[in-house]
Each structure stands twice: as structure tokens, then as C-alpha cells.
């Protein structure tokens, strides 16, 4: 029988025997009343440092929390100024500012909608941060982040990066999670490692970093009812952690399955007005976003086309952070050369998943093609 629709995400592709695993993993910690803590937490933080290569990782509540207590780690305090990209999950601006730090937004390069160094530079000595989030998006990274790296090192600015879409990506042919001086990740469940709910981790190499995330994430506690610093409840669920645990045993495959996703619309979409755009030659991606660019004023009515065919759609993101109505509040300045909301008026994201199927992907090319023809 052949399909009549492809959705833009479904989480509902799980390997044979996956759900069967989960549901008696349950079982066990419910009869061993293993909730928050243990066995299943223990187990995925020591993964994930195997996975990322980073020494430390701190399971946490969520990837917004998990740029928060990157933040506090560093010792951003109140007023302090904090650079992020002007395209970006909203979750970036929000942290920076729910720890009482100020954002500057600073543009990505229109190419690779991603920070550059010439850009970064530039914001670094007009602004003067305490701390910068650089943001990898799309399951790619910026092809400069190295240099920004140093950049920042340089200059005594904190590099935070926020990997809630990249784990797994490799720039340079180094895992980004793995040697950030701090990153974060979020595992939302439609994350390319996403958890049976919220959850998400930050990763380091310096263990005094790690001991102090870890501190505030739990309450500032330093023993059971002693408390070293003003932190919050951010522990990362028993649940949680066993089903991310199973699903490590699967990542490999599922980033194989949406890279071909990717490689597959580049492939089949060529001399179109909508082009497909690939990560940057020394990012090894993983998958997480389909991207293409179109002329605004074609976007319309292709994703109307596209969705009267039962072809889910993305725009991701479709308007700027300095853009937004809660932005001018708390912004503390920004570089905007117009590129973050051409990109925003320019994006169409197409469906992209684990295990999405030869006939799905062709559904969908078809529809595409037609379009134009
Ligand atoms: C770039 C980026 N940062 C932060 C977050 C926030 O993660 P969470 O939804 O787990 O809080 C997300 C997730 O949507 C994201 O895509």
C-alpha cells in the first residue's frame, strides 16, 4: 500500500524488543521504589562520558536548566553581560536571563547560520562579556568554533555551548560535547538522544566545574541537610535515564538513519529554488535537522503545498531572539546585520526522523519537484 503522508517528526520508531526493555526496566525500579538517583542515573552519566568524550557529565532536569547551571557554574552573576546568537531556541535567551545575567544577541553568518569569528570578535570587544553561549543548531556547529574557542580563551570570556541539538556532532573531527570548556545538551524527547520526558545534561573536562554544576543541581547541597551554595532542585529522573540508556544502545543507527534522511533530499532536490543546505565541510553532523532555503516569497505557498499532501513542515526558527516580543526587556545590546531574520523568513525544514523509510523520503522529494515543475 502506499502513503499518503509523512509527518515532520514522530517519535514513535523504536527498534524491535525497545519498548518491551523500557517496560520491564520500569518495573524494576518501580519494585526497587528507585526514583530519583541510582543505578539508572549512575549508568547514563558514566555512558555519556564514554559517548561524548567529555570527563564529567551531570544528568539535569532539562537543556534550558542545563545552560543555567552552566552558567551559574561559571559564576555568571546579576547584570553580567552574556553573548547568543540571534537564531536560536528561545531557551538560550531565557536562561541567561532567568540567572539575572544580560544578553547581547549577535548574528550568525548567513551561510551556515551559525557564529563567526569575524562577527564573534567583533561582539566580543564591543561588549565585553563575562560569558558567551555559543549555540550549535541543526545538528551541525559552527564551522569557526575552534577559533572561537581560542578566541574566547583569549580574551578571558567563558565559553558555554548549548548542544541541545548536537549530540553526536563532530567539528574538526572533535565531539563538540566532549571538549567544550562546558556544554549542555537537551534529551526532549524529539532530540536525535531524546528520554521518555524532560531530561538533559551539561558536559566538562575540569572536575572542579563538574562538582559545582553537580552542587547546584541538587539544592547547593554539600552533605544531605547542608547546603554550600543557593542552587535548585535540576536531578535528571530514574526513568528517564534508563530509557536514554537503552537508547544509547541505539544511537549509532538511529544518526545513521536521519544523516541518509539529509544525504538523500541533497541528493534528490537539486536546481530547485529551494536548496538544500548541508553542514560545513569539517562538521560531521548528526542528523537532527533536514534544512533548505527558499526565497520568503516562495516559502508560503510550497509549505501550503507541502501540507495539503500531509507533509509535515518545519521553519526552525521563525523569528530572530532580538525579534521577539519578551526580547527588548532584557537585552543588552546586539549585533544585527539582517542575517538571523533573512534566515528565520528563509527556512524550511523538512521531515527528518529515525527509521524514516525509502518510500517516505521519496514521498516527499516528489512533492517537492512537483512543486516547482
Ligand atoms: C538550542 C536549544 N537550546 C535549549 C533547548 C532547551 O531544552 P529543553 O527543552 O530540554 O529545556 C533546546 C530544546 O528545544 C534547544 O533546541
Known amino acids: 500500500m502506499s502513503i ?10 523504536f527498534e524491535n524488543g525497545f519498548k518491551e526493555n523500557f517496560l520491564s526496566g520500569v518495573t524494576t525500579l518501580f519494585d526497587n521504589t528507585q526514583f530519583v538517583g541510582g543505578p ?4 547514563l552519566e558514566q555512558k555519556l562520558s564514554e559517548k561524548t568524550g567529555a570527563k564529567y557529565t551531570v544528568g539535569c532536569a532539562n537543556g ?21 546568537p540571534d537564531m536560536t531556541f528561545w531557551a538560550t535567551f531565557e536562561a541567561v536571563v532567568n540567572v539575572g545575567a544580560k544578553p547581547a544577541t549577535i548574528d550568525v553568518n548567513r551561510e551556515n547560520c551559525h557564529w563567526d569569528i569575524e562577527t564573534f570578535k567583533q561582539a566580543v570587544d564591543k561588549f565585553k562579556p563575562k560569558a558567551a553561549v555559543m549555540v550549535h543548531l541543526y545538528g551541525w556547529g559552527s564551522p569557526d568554533t575552534m577559533a572561537i574557542r581560542e578566541y574566547a580563551k583569549e580574551k578571558g570570556v567563558v565559553l558555554i555551548e548549548d548542544g541541545a541539538q548536537c549530540f553526536g556532532t563532530k567539528v574538526d573531527g572533535k565531539s563538540l560535547l566532549g571538549t567544550a570548556q562546558i556544554a549542555t545538551t537537551s534529551f526532549y524527547p524529539a532530540k536525535v538522544l531524546g528520554a521518555s520526558g524532560d531530561a538533559g545534561a551539561v558536559f566538562t573536562n575540569d572536575e572542579e566545574l563538574a562538582n559545582r554544576v553537580r552542587v547546584l543541581s541538587n539544592h547547593g547541597r554539600t552533605t544531605h541537610y547542608t547546603h554550600g551554595l543557593v542552587g535548585w532542585n535540576s536531578r535528571i529522573g530514574a526513568y528517564e535515564s534508563l530509557f536514554l540508556n537503552l537508547s544509547l544502545d541505539h544511537i549509532d543507527a538511529r544518526l545513521d538513519s536521519r544523516r541518509k534522511a539529509v544525504a538523500y533530499y541533497n541528493e534528490h532536490l537539486k536546481d530547485l529554488p529551494l536548496k538544500v543546505v548541508l553542514s560545513p565541510d569539517n562538521v560531521d553532523e548528526n542528523g537532527y535537522c533536514a534544512v533548505a532555503m527558499i526565497d520568503p516569497s516562495l516559502r508560503t505557498a510550497l509549505i501550503d503545498d507541502l501540507k495539503s499532501q500531509n507533509i509535515g513542515v518545519g521553519t526552525i526558527y521563525p523569528g530572530a531572539m532580538s525579534l521577539q516580543e519578551g526580547a527588548p526587556e532584557f537585552l543588552a545590546g546586539k549585533i544585527d546585520n539582517g542575517n538571523a531574520h533573512h534566515i528565520s523568513q528563509s527556512v524550511v525544514n523538512l ?14 522529494v516528489s512533492a517537492v519537484n512537483k512543486h516547482f515543475s
Open 64 to 84: 534550558t536548566d542545563a545552560i543555567q547551571l552552566a552558567l551559574r557554574g561559571v559564576d555568571v552573576k546579576k547584570d553580567e553581560v552574556v553573548l547568543i
Open 4 to 13: 499518503d503522508r509523512v509527518p515532520f517528526i514522530t517519535l514513535n520508531r
Open 351 to 364: 521531515p527528518c526522523f529515525a527509521y524514516i523509510t525509502d518510500e517516505e523520503l521519496n514521498y516527499v
Open 40 to 43: 539508572q542515573v549512575a549508568t
